[in-house]
């Protein structure tokens, strides 16, 4: 705390008070955060779910959820799928898997995925 | 009968039709042009206004600053004789003037065509800044009269002025020769008035052996024991005060294209005529002052004016010609504003032409007058005469200086043209336009020295003031246009096209909104939702998935509940995934009658509105037509 921060106050963007509830929230969880995750190795990261779009991707329809951490976002593809139940905006996720480069996106396709127990829960 | 159409205009349409009239076609142009006799009432009230009280200003000087007691009225006539020598001069150059630039503008167009920016900016702003003063003053110089003839108005003044601004504002956005038309009666009343009150005067003082006015008061008396010599100072002083009397005799060269064709010819004739009648009923007035010597003093403990004093004594008491007279001065008083109207919305018109003001002051309104400039003059002289609680004589002095600015500049441009042209006698020309610049610009810094703590100090604020106003719009404008410009081999910044649609949930406007997105064959589709909850965004993503199983649909929840800048963060960031990107934002939105358009929510307006600012971004709007 302090003078200066008292000052900050009320002049941060809403991008940096979503990205420091997201670091205080993940922070505690003590892994890899996505500013440091390494490419195209298997690594475990969690984040929460920011976006879902559904688009048909290939003739098949696919879930796609960007997740951040408060230091990053990945965006995760759930190939084949419509719906995943338990998937939601705001939802905390551990994902396991190998992330790369899609244009500018980062990009984990079909990655073992735990879900975390929801804010309301 | 001619067929009726759709009547397509808004209401604020049909009402103006209502109070200004029909729309006036451009081809009818040439039918609303002044003939001379309008003409001469329309520009020249503003100059004849002045004989009303150039005089009293004269005497005051002698008779109170200068305390000279009788022998003010000995050299009231030599000081006429050097204010119409001046008048010659300054409407010989003008008459030049017109004939070399007959489109009009006056001395801000001589400036720019011979002395360059500054010089030409110089004289614009002290052109504009005169005639708003124009307005200001001789309205509440004509209100000032009437409430000093009526007492019981005083508590009006400010709003009796600002109703008199309303009014000539008003019948000069009817037009031209409308408010002509309406305003020449009264400014040829005062004129016979004045031509019978000198003619009657100057009879009954050399045949029927009228004396001068009998002094009884006390104030009276004073005045006219003063014994002091009279020194150069107070000689140029008076001399300067009785120069106004040229104010308003620009109006002419400024408006030449307000003239019938062939418009230089008629306006250097009304010029003329103008000066004409200017001239010997000032010099009239002097010499009938000179021999019925009627006094003034400076606080205003005479009531009366100058002219009320000679009418009563010319035609012997309060009778009916006493009150045509008076009367006949409160008109032109007030309509001295109306030349201004005249003026300055061409010359701001001009002015705006070059670049220097806004453009909106260029456009001509329905009734092909400069409507904004009409109405930015009455806004501006109504600001000035509530901030001066309608009394304003201290801004007289600052009008003088800016008449004068105006008047050397003029006649310097003149003098370089004539120089550089040397067209058949220009050599007498040039030595008269020469000798005429001197004259002005020594009148010019005489009011300025001696009349500096009155008031004259502010043109050297205002007038650097609005040169930078000036050169700001302009170096903007400037901007623009280089910005604009076509270069060779133009590369559009983007290669691939995306589109976005906003979408709330599935409906009949959105279903049109998509099928039209896809007709722009873009490189990327997508549809835009900000959902509130899971809920939302799971029935959204269901009904999506029936309805458009080809087309991607991106949800995210609005954490901070505003709309607006979500869509905004969204589409920046949805851009930002590819460069050479043009986005085109489609918007299905609800437009019902206006009676029940407020029960919607006004989103769309607020997303294209921030969205307008945003480069390389198409903001289409798919409206849903609820009848």
Request: hydrophobic content about 50%; glycine content about 8%.
């Given at each position: 705390m302090g003078i200066r921060n008292y000052l900050n106050r009320g002049s941060q963007t809403k991008d940096e008070l979503v990205s420091e509830r997201l670091c205080a929230k993940f922070g505690e969880l003590h892994m890899v955060t996505l500013a440091d995750m390494p490419m195209r190795r298997r690594v475990d990261v969690c984040g929460e779910i920011r976006r879902m779009s559904v688009k048909p991707r290939a003739g098949i329809s696919a879930v796609e959820v960007e997740i951040s951490d408060g230091t990053g976002e990945i965006t995760v593809i759930f190939s084949g799928r419509e719906r995943i139940p338990g998937i939601g905006h705001n939802r905390g996720l551990i994902v396991s898997g190998v992330a790369h480069f899609e244009g500018k996106r980062r990009v984990m396709l079909n990655p073992a995925y735990r879900l975390l127990p929801s804010p309301g829960q | 009968m001619a067929p009726t159409t759709k009547d397509n205009r808004t209401g604020f349409a049909r009402l103006k039709g209502r109070l200004v009239g029909n729309p006036i076609a451009n081809t009818e142009d040439a039918h609303h042009r002044l003939k001379k006799l309008v003409a001469l009432p329309v520009f020249a009230s503003d100059a004849i206004s002045s004989t009303a009280y150039a005089t009293e200003e004269i005497l005051i000087v002698f008779l109170t600053m200068a305390a000279v007691g009788l022998a003010a009225f000995d050299n009231l006539v030599p000081i006429a004789i050097m204010v119409v020598i001046l008048l010659a001069i300054v409407v010989n150059s003008y008459r030049q003037t017109i004939h070399a630039y007959p489109h009009g503008g006056g001395s801000y167009i001589v400036a720019k065509d011979n002395l360059g920016k500054y010089p030409s900016l110089v004289s614009g702003a002290s052109m504009l800044v005169d005639y708003i003063l124009t307005v200001a003053v001789s309205v509440a110089g004509g209100v000032a009269a009437i409430v000093s003839a009526f007492n019981g108005l005083a508590p009006y003044r400010v709003a009796l002025c600002i109703a008199f601004i309303f009014l000539v504002t008003f019948a000069n956005l009817r037009g031209v020769r409308e408010s002509g038309a309406l305003f020449a009666p009264p400014t040829y009343l005062y004129i016979l008035s004045l031509a019978a009150l000198i003619l009657v005067g100057l009879y009954r003082v050399y045949?029927?052996?009228?004396?001068?006015i009998p002094h009884t008061g006390e104030v009276e008396r004073e005045l006219l024991e003063g014994q002091k010599a009279l020194t150069l100072f107070y000689f140029l002083k008076a001399f300067s005060s009785g120069a106004v009397a040229l104010t308003g005799i620009e109006a002419v060269a400024d408006g030449v294209?307000?003239?019938?064709?062939p418009e230089a010819r008629n306006a250097s004739q009304t010029l003329m005529l103008m000066a004409v009648i200017l001239g010997t009923s000032f010099f009239g007035l002097s010499v009938l002052a000179q021999q019925l010597q009627p006094l003034k003093d400076e606080e205003g403990k005479i009531r009366d004016t100058v002219l009320a004093q000679l009418a009563e004594q010319v035609y012997g008491g309060r009778n009916i010609f006493f009150f045509i007279t008076q009367f006949a001065t409160f008109g032109i008083l007030i309509l001295a504003a109306n030349t201004a109207y005249a003026d300055f919305p061409r010359l701001s018109s001009v002015i705006a032409k070059d670049s220097f003001l806004p453009r909106q002051l260029a456009n001509r309104g329905d009734r092909l007058v400069f409507s904004n400039g009409i109405i930015a003059l009455g806004v501006a002289a109504s600001v000035l005469v509530v901030a001066f609680g309608g009394i304003v004589n201290a801004l007289i002095p600052l009008y003088a200086v800016g008449v004068f600015t105006g008047f050397t500049i003029s006649q310097t441009g003149m003098f370089v043209r004539l120089v550089r042209l040397k067209e058949k006698s220009w050599l007498l020309k040039a030595f008269f336009t020469g000798v005429g610049a001197l004259t002005t610009l020594a009148v010019a810094l005489t009011v300025v020295t001696v009349k500096f703590t009155d008031g004259a100090w502010i043109p050297a604020v205002v007038i650097p003031t609005m040169i930078f106003i000036f050169t700001f719009i302009n170096r903007h404008y400037v901007r623009v246009r280089e910005f604009l410009k076509v270069v060779e081999q133009v590369v559009p910044p983007f290669r691939t096209h995306f589109v976005v649609v906003l979408v709330g949930s599935v409906n009949a406007g959105v279903v049109q909104a998509v099928k039209y997105a896809q007709s722009l064959n873009p490189d990327r589709l997508l549809a835009l939702s900000i959902v509130g909850s899971n809920e939302e965004s799971d029935e959204l993503q269901r009904t999506w998935a029936q309805s458009f199983p080809n087309v991607a649909l991106d949800t995210t929840v609005d954490d901070y509940r505003n709309l607006t800048e979500k869509v905004l963060t969204e589409i920046e960031r949805l851009d930002g995934l590819q460069s050479d990107d043009i986005v085109t934002v489609v918007i299905p939105e609800f437009v019902t009658s206006l009676r029940s358009q407020w029960l919607h929510n006004q989103s769309a307006l607020a997303i294209k509105a921030r969205l307008l600012f945003r480069p390389n971004t198409v903001v289409t709007s798919i409206p849903i037509v609820i009848p």
């Amino acid at each position: 705390m302090g003078i200066r921060n008292y000052l900050n106050r009320g002049s941060q963007t809403k991008d940096e008070l979503v990205s420091e509830r997201l670091c205080a929230k993940f922070g505690e969880l003590h892994m890899v955060t996505l500013a440091d995750m390494p490419m195209r190795r298997r690594v475990d990261v969690c984040g929460e779910i920011r976006r879902m779009s559904v688009k048909p991707r290939a003739g098949i329809s696919a879930v796609e959820v960007e997740i951040s951490d408060g230091t990053g976002e990945i965006t995760v593809i759930f190939s084949g799928r419509e719906r995943i139940p338990g998937i939601g905006h705001n939802r905390g996720l551990i994902v396991s898997g190998v992330a790369h480069f899609e244009g500018k996106r980062r990009v984990m396709l079909n990655p073992a995925y735990r879900l975390l127990p929801s804010p309301g829960q | 009968m001619a067929p009726t159409t759709k009547d397509n205009r808004t209401g604020f349409a049909r009402l103006k039709g209502r109070l200004v009239g029909n729309p006036i076609a451009n081809t009818e142009d040439a039918h609303h042009r002044l003939k001379k006799l309008v003409a001469l009432p329309v520009f020249a009230s503003d100059a004849i206004s002045s004989t009303a009280y150039a005089t009293e200003e004269i005497l005051i000087v002698f008779l109170t600053m200068a305390a000279v007691g009788l022998a003010a009225f000995d050299n009231l006539v030599p000081i006429a004789i050097m204010v119409v020598i001046l008048l010659a001069i300054v409407v010989n150059s003008y008459r030049q003037t017109i004939h070399a630039y007959p489109h009009g503008g006056g001395s801000y167009i001589v400036a720019k065509d011979n002395l360059g920016k500054y010089p030409s900016l110089v004289s614009g702003a002290s052109m504009l800044v005169d005639y708003i003063l124009t307005v200001a003053v001789s309205v509440a110089g004509g209100v000032a009269a009437i409430v000093s003839a009526f007492n019981g108005l005083a508590p009006y003044r400010v709003a009796l002025c600002i109703a008199f601004i309303f009014l000539v504002t008003f019948a000069n956005l009817r037009g031209v020769r409308e408010s002509g038309a309406l305003f020449a009666p009264p400014t040829y009343l005062y004129i016979l008035s004045l031509a019978a009150l000198i003619l009657v005067g100057l009879y009954r003082v050399y045949f029927q052996d009228l004396g001068p006015i009998p002094h009884t008061g006390e104030v009276e008396r004073e005045l006219l024991e003063g014994q002091k010599a009279l020194t150069l100072f107070y000689f140029l002083k008076a001399f300067s005060s009785g120069a106004v009397a040229l104010t308003g005799i620009e109006a002419v060269a400024d408006g030449v294209p307000a003239f019938e064709k062939p418009e230089a010819r008629n306006a250097s004739q009304t010029l003329m005529l103008m000066a004409v009648i200017l001239g010997t009923s000032f010099f009239g007035l002097s010499v009938l002052a000179q021999q019925l010597q009627p006094l003034k003093d400076e606080e205003g403990k005479i009531r009366d004016t100058v002219l009320a004093q000679l009418a009563e004594q010319v035609y012997g008491g309060r009778n009916i010609f006493f009150f045509i007279t008076q009367f006949a001065t409160f008109g032109i008083l007030i309509l001295a504003a109306n030349t201004a109207y005249a003026d300055f919305p061409r010359l701001s018109s001009v002015i705006a032409k070059d670049s220097f003001l806004p453009r909106q002051l260029a456009n001509r309104g329905d009734r092909l007058v400069f409507s904004n400039g009409i109405i930015a003059l009455g806004v501006a002289a109504s600001v000035l005469v509530v901030a001066f609680g309608g009394i304003v004589n201290a801004l007289i002095p600052l009008y003088a200086v800016g008449v004068f600015t105006g008047f050397t500049i003029s006649q310097t441009g003149m003098f370089v043209r004539l120089v550089r042209l040397k067209e058949k006698s220009w050599l007498l020309k040039a030595f008269f336009t020469g000798v005429g610049a001197l004259t002005t610009l020594a009148v010019a810094l005489t009011v300025v020295t001696v009349k500096f703590t009155d008031g004259a100090w502010i043109p050297a604020v205002v007038i650097p003031t609005m040169i930078f106003i000036f050169t700001f719009i302009n170096r903007h404008y400037v901007r623009v246009r280089e910005f604009l410009k076509v270069v060779e081999q133009v590369v559009p910044p983007f290669r691939t096209h995306f589109v976005v649609v906003l979408v709330g949930s599935v409906n009949a406007g959105v279903v049109q909104a998509v099928k039209y997105a896809q007709s722009l064959n873009p490189d990327r589709l997508l549809a835009l939702s900000i959902v509130g909850s899971n809920e939302e965004s799971d029935e959204l993503q269901r009904t999506w998935a029936q309805s458009f199983p080809n087309v991607a649909l991106d949800t995210t929840v609005d954490d901070y509940r505003n709309l607006t800048e979500k869509v905004l963060t969204e589409i920046e960031r949805l851009d930002g995934l590819q460069s050479d990107d043009i986005v085109t934002v489609v918007i299905p939105e609800f437009v019902t009658s206006l009676r029940s358009q407020w029960l919607h929510n006004q989103s769309a307006l607020a997303i294209k509105a921030r969205l307008l600012f945003r480069p390389n971004t198409v903001v289409t709007s798919i409206p849903i037509v609820i009848p």
